[in-house]
Every structure is written in C-alpha cells, then in structure tokens.
C-alpha cells in the first residue's frame, strides 16, 4: 500500500491462496487456478450458464507481528469487486487456531458480474480505537475472468477478422482498403481484421519458411505498436477529472496501457505527475506535438518492432546470401 | 410513428460504441438532426432473448409522459424517471454492464429525450443553438442519460423499495458526484448517504449542493482507510429474488406513474449496518469543510466599496 495512514499499519506480508473453485456446486479442476498470474478462469464450454461460483480462499497474516501489535479486534476479508457492474461483496474469513491460517468462501454471482472480477484480501482491526480500519492489505489482487478458460493475468489485445467490403457491419465499408483497424472505443481494444484484404490473414499465420515467419513478425509488430498509440491517446483522452482538476488513474485497459507507456513517454515521472502532465499537455495543448516521437517511440517499444526488424533484415540478408552463394 | 416524429422500432437491440460515436454529429448533439436510424440499426445486434422487457413501447410512453410532466422542470423528470425505468427494463446487472443497450436506448429508441434532458441552453452571444455532450448519448454509467438513472436506481434502492432511490436521484449532486464512487457499491453506504441527505433536506440546510459534495468527499476519503463493510456488514441479494422480478417482465403491468413500483424482492440490506453508517456519515458531513465558493454573496463586500477599478472617461 503507497497511502500514508495514520496509524499503524503491517509491515509483514498477506498471502492468499485459492484452494478451490465451484460452479453450481462442483469442484473445478485446479487448472483453472493458476497460482503465480494470481488468476482463475471461470469460463467453462461445459457449463456455459452457470449461475453460482464460490472460491474458497485461506490466507496468511504476519501472526507474528499481529500478535505484538496495537491491534486488536483483526478480522480478515475478501473483496470481490467489479467496476462495470458496480458489484463489491466482502466476506469475512474465519481463523483456524491450529495452522493459525485464515480460510473462506466468496461467492460469485454471474449475474453480477461481466467480465472480469478482482479479489483481494485486507486485515482489517480496531486501532486506536477506531474500528473497522485497514491494517493491510495482499499485495498484489486475484483476477477473476468470468470469459477466459486460461488462468492468465495480462490480457492480450483482442483480433477479430471482419469483411471490410461485403461483410455484415456497415460502418467499415468506407475502410475497406485497410488491412486492419483498431478500434478503442468499446470495453476491450480490438483490431479489425480485414479478410476482404487479399493475404493478409494467411500472411499473419506466417507458418512456412523463415522469410514468411520474418514478415508476419513484421506486420504483426506494426498492428500491434497502431494498437498501442491508439489506445494510449483514447486514454489520455477519456481521463476523467476529480473535483480539483486533477486527472483519476482510469480503470480496466486503460490503466493497463498509462501505466506501461508513461515511463517510456516521460520518463523520470511518477505515475501521478506523469498522469497530470499528460493530460495538461493534451488538455492545453502545449508540447503535444513534441509528447509524439515519445508515444511513438513507447508504442513501437511495446510492439517489439525493433525485435522483429532486426529479426527480418536477419532473415533477407541470409535468403539473398542463400541466392548468390 | 408517434407525436414527437421518431420513429420508434419495436425491440431494443445491442450498439457497439464505436458504430454509436461515429454518427454523433453537431447537429445530432444538437438536436437539429435526427440520428440516422437505417444506417444504426444495420450497425445494431439484436437481443435474442425473447422476452417483453427488450420491447420499446413501454419505455416510450414512459418517457413521452416524463417529458410531459416535467415540460417545466427537465431536472427534476430524473427522480420519477429513475425507479420507473428499473422496473420496466429489468435487467440483471451484468446485462446493464453492457453499454450497447445504453446506446440503443439513447440514439435509436429515444434520442429526443436525451436532447429534451441534457441540452444546454442556447448560447446567448452568438445564437448558437446549445448541445448535448457525447457522453450523454455513449459514456459511462454516471454520465450516460439512461445508466446513470438504472445505475442509481439499482444502487440507491433497498429490496424492493427504491423511495431511497427516488431521493438520491432528487439531487443532482447525488447523481453528478455521488454515483462515480465506488463507496457506494456497498449497499449500507449508499443507504446511509441517503438517509444523511434526507435529515439535510429535511432541516432546509442552506448549500445543500455543497454539503452533499463534501459529503461524498468525506465519505470516500475515510473509506480509504476505513473498511465499511466490516463496520456494517451486508447480505448478497437474493439471486432468486431478482429472476423471478425478472422473468415476471412479461406478465407484469405497466408501472404506475403516481406511485412508486417495486422492484425486485431481492432482500433489504440490514437496519442496523444502514444506522450505524448514518451516525457516523452524520458527524462527517457536520465536519466536513465546504468548498470555498468564488461567490460568497453573503461574506464578500460589493465590488463599489473597495473598489481599485477605476471608470477612465
């Protein structure tokens, strides 16, 4: 925790472990549970409706350090919370005198949930004689994906192919000479791929000799450094202020996307202060032209396009040596 | 067709935000034009659960009799419009987490509405016609025309009885300020913050706009490091409850305009956390400084009387 509070907090860390996962009552294979991305993954083919989850948790606490603290009254819970639907359930978790671990159920309700649900834990106790405060919480929360069937905890861009030219979806037909699109305005950024562009999907599978391999990389890393500077200027422009004009870290991708590219866009800022000059500088406009060759540099970083170039000039040196040899 | 000349399709239907963005044009936003509804609806995915609560009429003639009721006072449409559209588009909330019904609503089924609610008022100087800002039309649950009242119906109401939401949408700071924190997801909060509202409301507190918005600042501030839930725990709502709320859409009555629905019969969040909350929301808010005001007519000398303003002839 960064917060300064005022009283005392745990120094010891919080450890939280899923022993197990149900839906409607059955156990899920642990595979669905991936311990070092501190994720679950609860989609299931087999059970696409399912209405009830629960994952049972135990947790350590720094007993040690509890025991010989000012604390009294400690309670451990478990929150589960997610932003789209507004939904947080907190459940307390009972101690076990014996291992002195913490352990607990936390339902999941599907239809309180969309997407993408985060757990954590907080030790919770009476200081000072105010009840009820925050005396630590784990350091990194669980990421509950109600879509995905792998436990992964970054989330990959989603690619989605589309008929520019004779498909279903009006609004691309004025694009339909684009090999692909990228699209920042819904939940999760997607790039539209355009399957009425001759090759390009066929070229991205890139399967075959190591030229081909070297040019899907290629292509690929420049979709993907579009996708980056995409996002990062929809963020930047989606920031929503606090009462004080100060811009508020945003929540779900675009969080994700400020806080992997702003070290690279004005390094030597800390988060915050990175946040605030960007926004002023978008805002007002002053050094917004300047801020570009950063973004780029940052997005193109993020895309590995230096990898993969490096990787294709290697490639085509060596087909035309393979030629003239 | 109808009175107001849009021409309504029968059931709602999903809106990527991208196609919805792209066709917010300045004569959209200021209602000179209509959105154009072929080239949406192409871009829209239908709903393919059948049931009555994607139908179009019963949200149109609710919100044609908002328009009517409150023809003088658009604002104060929000707190009788709030509960009634609840229960009439009755969703479960990963449902109403999805922004495309929202766009539907707002550009397709009744863009006339969000232009009646949120246009500004024309600017005088040059006689440019006022707008709607974008976000009214696709934005987030507290800025969308539609999500912000469902959302603060949904997190405002207690069980079945959204009187507590038809007060926190009475107060444009409530729904302004209030509905962006996460504070209030925990149901006892919320309740409390209304309760703490009333009791102010009631004692005709001079500044009510700023007391609410120190309010939500105290409350959001100490709940950095004061954990609420523990203080005042809450049930889950009962999932059964709000299925059978749900699926009684199709057999249900249009909901009454001269009193409140009820909504789902999902449980109440317990009395003694919302209590425990009020008493102590209570002492923030008699705490909490009020934001300094550049106006403070009261306190602030007229500008004749100290004046360092000089008239040159």
Request: hydrophobic share 40%; aromatic share 6%.
């Amino acid at each position: 925790m960064n917060t300064l509070f005022p009283y005392p907090t745990l120094v010891g860390e919080i450890e939280v472990r899923v022993k197990q996962v149900r839906i409607d009552g059955k156990p899920l294979s642990l595979s669905v549970v991936s311990r070092p991305q501190r994720a679950v993954a609860l989609h299931q083919v087999e059970r696409p409706n399912w209405e009830d989850g629960s994952i049972d948790l135990e947790v350590t606490l720094p007993e040690l350090e509890l025991a010989d603290g000012p604390w009294s009254e400690v309670a451990c819970v478990a929150i589960l919370t997610e932003g789209s639907t507004n939904t947080r359930v907190v459940r307390r978790l009972q101690r076990d005198r014996l291992s002195s671990t913490w352990s607990g159920s936390v339902p999941v309700l599907r239809a309180m949930h969309r997407d993408r649900a985060t757990l954590n834990v907080s030790a919770v106790a009476t200081v000072g004689g105010v009840a009820g405060r925050t005396i630590g919480t784990a350091d990194e929360a669980w990421i509950i994906d109600l879509l995905a069937r792998t436990p992964v905890r970054q989330r990959e861009i989603e690619i989605a192919e589309a008929d520019f030219r004779d498909g279903p979806q009006e609004w691309l037909r004025p694009f339909k000479d684009a090999p692909w699109l990228v699209e920042t305005a819904g939940e999760m950024p997607t790039i539209l791929l355009n399957s009425s562009f001759e090759g390009i999907t066929q070229l991205l599978k890139g399967s075959g000799n190591p030229l081909e391999k070297a040019a899907s990389g290629l292509v690929a890393a420049q979709i993907a450094g579009e996708a980056w500077t995409a996002m990062f200027h929809s963020a930047v422009a989606d920031l929503e202020l606090d009462d004080d004009g100060a811009p508020l870290i945003p929540s779900g991708w675009r969080e994700s996307v400020l806080r992997t590219m702003l070290p690279d866009v004005l390094p030597g800022l800390a988060l915050a202060d990175a946040l605030i000059e960007v926004h002023n500088r978008h805002a007002a406009g002053y050094g917004w032209a300047e801020l570009q060759s950063q973004i780029h540099f940052a997005a193109s970083r993020r895309a590995q396009v230096p990898k993969n170039l490096t990787t294709a000039v290697r490639a085509i040196t060596r087909s035309q040596e393979g030629a003239t040899r | 067709m109808n009175g107001s000349g849009v021409d309504i399709p029968d059931r709602l239907a999903h809106l990527p935000g991208a196609a919805a963005s792209k066709h917010l044009t300045r004569g959209v936003l200021t209602g000179q034009e209509q959105p154009p509804r072929v080239a949406l609806l192409r871009a829209s995915a239908p709903i393919a659960d059948q049931s009555a609560r994607w139908e179009c009429a019963p949200l149109r003639e609710l919100l044609e009799e908002a328009m009517r009721r409150f023809a003088d006072s658009r604002s104060r449409a929000d707190a009788w419009l709030a509960p009634r559209l609840h229960a009439t588009l009755r969703m479960s909330r990963n449902e109403a987490a999805d922004p495309a019904i929202w766009n539907f609503l707002a550009l397709v089924a009744a863009p006339d509405y969000v232009i009646w609610r949120h246009r500004s008022p024309a600017e005088a100087r040059n006689g440019e016609p006022g707008s709607v800002s974008p976000v009214r039309f696709t934005g987030p649950h507290y800025n969308q025309a539609f999500a912000r009242l469902w959302w603060a119906a949904e997190l405002f109401r207690n069980g079945e009885n959204y009187r507590p939401a038809e007060i926190a949408c009475g107060n444009q700071d409530v729904l302004n300020t209030a509905l962006r924190l996460d504070a209030i997801d925990h149901r006892p909060t919320a309740l409390a913050m209304v309760r703490v509202l009333e009791g102010l409301s009631a004692s005709g507190a001079s500044r009510l706009g700023d007391r609410v918005n120190a309010l939500c600042s105290a409350v959001n501030a100490a709940g950095s490091t004061l954990m609420y839930d523990v203080i005042a725990a809450d049930e889950l709502p009962d999932q059964d409850g709000l299925r059978d709320w749900i699926e009684g859409a199709d057999s249900a009555p249009a909901v009454p305009w001269d009193r409140l629905p009820d909504g789902p019969d999902d449980g109440t969040a317990p009395r003694d956390s919302v209590e425990t909350l009020t008493r102590l929301f209570d002492k923030f808010q008699a705490e909490a400084p009020l934001r300094i005001r550049k106006w403070q007519p009261a306190d602030e000398p007229s500008a004749q009387g100290v004046s360092l303003h000089k008239d040159y002839v």
